[in-house]
């Protein structure tokens, strides 16, 4: 066997002995020997695609569904909201797009015709009282 003492000194003007990271990285260059490779390294790049957030409004068609549901406009609506959020998890982001659209646009009109409906149900019964008196 063959073994070698090797004497490490301290750098001059530093009462300090050498670190580990600086003992261990010469034994390395020791053993292994320097880099044969005199290319610089190379690196991998990954592009890892987000998730395309596609609103789904099934909390907005769940609301209309239960409290506006003029012409089951706001079931309808929930309805295509579900299959969106379907679509979503499938990986279809198209059709999910589609059907949240669907479902957006019927959400706005539940809304517009519950809000006229309850206006209109508050004020018809005042105007008719105001008449009688």
Not at 40 to 64: G, K, R
Not at 88 to 105: C, E, I, P, R, W
């Amino acid at each position: 066997m063959n073994h070698t003492v090797q004497t490490f000194f301290t750098p001059a003007g530093t009462d300090r002995p050498p670190n580990y990271e600086m003992l261990k990285e010469e034994h390395e260059v020791a053993t292994l020997g320097a880099p044969h490779n005199p290319a610089p390294p190379t690196s991998t790049v990954i592009h890892i695609q987000s998730e395309t957030s596609v609103p789904d409004h099934v909390v907005w068609s769940l609301f209309n569904t239960l409290f506006m549901n003029s012409c089951c406009l706001g079931f309808i609506a929930f309805a295509y909201s579900v299959k969106s959020r379907d679509r979503k998890m499938v990986g279809d982001l198209t059709g999910a797009q589609a059907y949240a659209s669907t479902a957006k646009s019927l959400n706005i009109w539940a809304l517009i015709l519950g809000i006229l409906m309850t206006i209109l149900l508050i004020i018809i019964p005042i105007l008719i009282l105001q008449a009688y008196q």
